[in-house]
């Protein structure tokens, strides 16, 4: 009797351990990222796994672990709307160099009302390389000034990973709508957008002047 639960223990641990890798790897079951020289503000929802840190007190290596990554589910959208929360976000996904040098990109995080965010890159080590962005940080220590939350990599080849965490500052509307993007093609992007801001602003002053030059005539 005692030979027959001992062998039944080992059967359920057996299966609870089968199942347990089938779901891991189900987790992490999304097409990686295949990263390429002609960039252009592709959005990569579909290629991105998601974890709600409702505790906001998770770090990469709680979320690296095996305990967390069972957690990531994908979410099946081009742009990632998690509506109101409180919560932080991570997100993850796989990508590709299938080229045999690295690869030099841009993420770039949509919405800039984001104040705070964080990229983890993952290294051949098995370690990581550490990004920071936001409105609430130094412009110093962020990758690219910019008024929107800018990582930019230079991936190895082969296959690897990138976190994004997404630091929530209270019960907000949130919004992730996540870009790649090739250097020239962001900054001919940023030119223009820069080109556009100073068309409106300056259309805007003018605007300005000429109705306070109104009012100084209609007053005199």
């Not at 039944?8 to 390429?36: D, N, W, Y």
């Not at 997404?166 to 223009?192: H, I, Q, R, Y």
Request: glycine share 8%; with cysteine; charged share 25%.
């Amino acid at each position: 009797m005692v030979g027959f639960l001992g062998r039944l223990c080992l059967r359920i641990a057996g299966l609870f351990l089968f199942f347990l890798l089938i779901f891991s790897g189900a987790a992490f079951a999304v097409e990686p990222l295949l990263l390429k020289e002609d960039f252009n503000g592709e959005f990569i929802g579909l290629h991105v796994l998601h974890f709600e840190d409702k505790s906001r007190k998770l770090t990469i290596d709680d979320v690296k672990s095996p305990e967390y990554k069972v957690k990531f589910a994908p979410e099946n959208q081009t742009t990632l709307n998690f509506g109101f929360s409180d919560s932080d976000h991570w997100l993850y996904f796989p990508v590709k160099n299938a080229d045999s040098k690295n690869v030099r990109w841009l993420l770039q995080l949509e919405d800039p009302r984001i104040n705070l965010a964080e990229a983890y890159e993952e290294t051949a080590d098995g370690g990581y390389r550490a990004h920071f962005s936001g409105g609430q940080l130094p412009v110093g220590i962020r990758d690219v000034k910019n008024r929107k939350n800018v990582f930019v990599f230079d991936t190895r080849p082969g296959t690897s990973g990138v976190f994004v965490r997404v630091v929530s500052p209270g019960k907000t509307f949130t919004n992730v709508f996540m870009t790649a993007w090739n250097e020239k093609e962001f900054t001919d992007k940023n030119v223009l957008e820069s080109l556009l801001l100073g068309a409106f602003y300056g259309s805007m002053l003018g605007l300005l002047l000429y109705n306070f030059f109104i009012f100084l005539t209609v007053r005199d």
